[in-house]
């Protein structure tokens, strides 16, 4: 893009395919486009309502902030985004709708089948989707937040979900870490899986690794 003089915009924004999602939704129910990102449009109420069904939170209790790529975000305590990925994976029969149930299943497929997608090719959640081989889904979200699914399983028949905040925002030391090293220790991923995240080396700029990350489980 330097060479070519091109201009960086927010079409370059990790988010953009976000965004593109909710514009394609705006025009399916006939809202206001220009306006899409703002909190009282249809689509962003739209989305509020899909997260309070799916974390089992009032509308009334989530904190609404704004994203860097300019949408609305939805701050709430850890264990209603725990409930929101567990619903997500694993629906008990009396949760929402079948259109609902339905959706949520598609997407669940979509993220097993297609993990490049969710994380590319260096990202923590497609790292983990291929190490875990179809036992879980996994997103990350900015300031160190992490998400995770666990599919239905002998071992955890009515599923299971896991959510994490590293205080300090860091995105690429202590997030991975402690991620591998809890799968680790639910037996969701092996005691060999992924040893360049679990310790994460610490390097310096030459590259030579000085020190490493590793999480000390107490439990």
Not at 77 to 102: E, K, Q, Y
Not at 116 to 137: V, Y
Not at 162 to 184: Q, S, T, Y
Request: hydrophobic share 45%; glycine share 6%; net charge neutral.
């Amino acid at each position: 893009m330097l060479r070519a003089d091109a201009e960086i915009n927010q079409l370059y924004n990790n988010c953009s395919g976000k965004h593109a999602a909710m514009l394609a939704f705006a025009r399916r129910i006939n809202a206001d486009t220009d306006r899409y990102l703002l909190p009282q449009s249809p689509v962003q109420q739209a989305i509020l309502k899909t997260v309070s069904i799916f974390c089992e939170i009032p509308i009334e209790e989530i904190q609404i902030g704004i994203d860097g790529c300019c949408a609305p975000n939805f701050a709430m305590p850890l264990r209603r985004m725990t409930r929101g990925f567990l619903n997500l994976v694993a629906p008990p029969d009396d949760f929402a709708d079948d259109v609902v149930r339905s959706a949520a299943a598609r997407i669940v497929s979509a993220m097993l089948d297609y993990p490049e997608l969710i994380g590319g090719s260096e990202r923590l959640d497609t790292m983990l989707m291929k190490a875990a081989s179809g036992k879980l889904i996994s997103k990350v979200g900015a300031d160190g937040v992490w998400l995770c699914g666990i599919m239905p399983s002998a071992q955890y028949p009515k599923g299971a979900a896991i959510a994490l905040k590293i205080e300090d925002g860091d995105d690429k030391r202590a997030r991975p870490a402690v991620a591998v090293a809890v799968l680790k220790r639910l037996d969701i991923l092996s005691g060999d899986a992924l040893p360049e995240l679990s310790p994460m080396p610490i390097k310096n700029r030459r590259g030579d690794i000085v020190g490493r990350v590793e999480a000390v489980l107490n439990r």
